[in-house]
């Protein structure tokens, strides 16, 4: 994702976009990775995080039915589930 820092829309990528895509993943069950957690486990809470930032700032200004969630993060939301380094 390339945003031009004077896009509108800028400061909503830290202040509600990135926020709104962790709560999304506590919100399944996957808290946020500690510092001693599993490399590989912390990619893939990235690449979820940063799939649902991209969802929210690319559906940013739909009004009435909700998006449905990009199609590769399902297997992602359920192996960080299921991984047993993720607490649930």
């Given at each position: 994702m390339h945003v031009d820092e004077d896009d509108a829309?800028?400061?909503?990528?830290?202040?509600e976009f990135i926020p709104a895509a962790k709560a999304y993943l506590r919100g399944s069950g996957?808290?946020?990775?500690?510092e001693d957690s599993?490399?590989?486990?912390?990619?893939?809470?990235?690449?979820?995080?940063?799939?649902?930032t991209l969802h929210y700032y690319d559906?940013?200004?739909?009004?009435?039915?909700?998006?449905?969630i990009p199609l590769g993060l399902r297997p992602i939301l359920n192996q960080l589930k299921?991984?047993?380094e993720m607490p649930l």
């Open positions: 829309n800028v400061g909503r990528i830290q202040d996957i808290e946020e990775p500690q599993d490399p590989l486990d912390v990619a893939q809470y990235k690449l979820a995080m940063h799939s649902l559906h940013r200004d739909s009004t009435g039915t909700e998006a449905p299921h991984s047993g």
